[in-house]
Nanobody
Framework: QVQLVESGGGSVQAGGSLRLSCGAF????????MAWFRQTPVKEREEVAI???????TYADSVKGRFTISRDNAKNTLYLQMNSLKPEDTAKYYC??????????????????????WGQGTQVTVSS
């Protein structure tokens, strides 16, 4: 049984940093397409960052230069380092995983639909 378990969320002031972790159980992250998404009650789910099996990364324009996605294959864990946080980064953050070919899907909306494994999410709240 595959489980993705996020942690590291919390409340910070604008300009602060957080590091999210996503531990994978029953699933190997090293040869997978992994991603972080976020969602609020009033906004659609948004892809924040993805990392493919070769380590290539893609970021949403809204987080470029502030967020870094990475993977520790030995720990079978995905990370999202978030710096210079803004109030508009407030959301529930989810990690997702699936086969490496999902990362080759160029359409973001279609790519999101192709992720088959999701965590339960971790809340990030940024105050001004």
């Amino acid at each position: 049984q595959v489980q993705l378990v996020e942690s590291g969320g919390g409340s910070v002031q604008a300009g602060g940093s957080l590091r999210l972790s996503c531990g994978a159980f029953g699933y190997t992250v090293s040869d997978s397409c992994m991603a972080w998404f976020r969602q609020t009650p009033v906004k659609e789910r948004e892809e924040v960052a993805i990392i493919d099996s070769d380590g290539a990364t893609t970021y949403a324009d809204s987080v470029k230069g502030r967020f870094t996605i990475s993977r520790d294959n030995a720990k079978n864990t995905l990370y999202l380092q978030m710096n210079s946080l803004k109030p508009e980064d407030t959301a529930k953050y989810y990690c997702a995983a699936d086969s490496m070919w999902v990362c080759q899907t160029t359409n973001r909306a279609l790519r999101a639909l192709r992720f088959g494994y999701w965590g339960q999410g971790t809340q990030v709240t940024v105050s001004s």
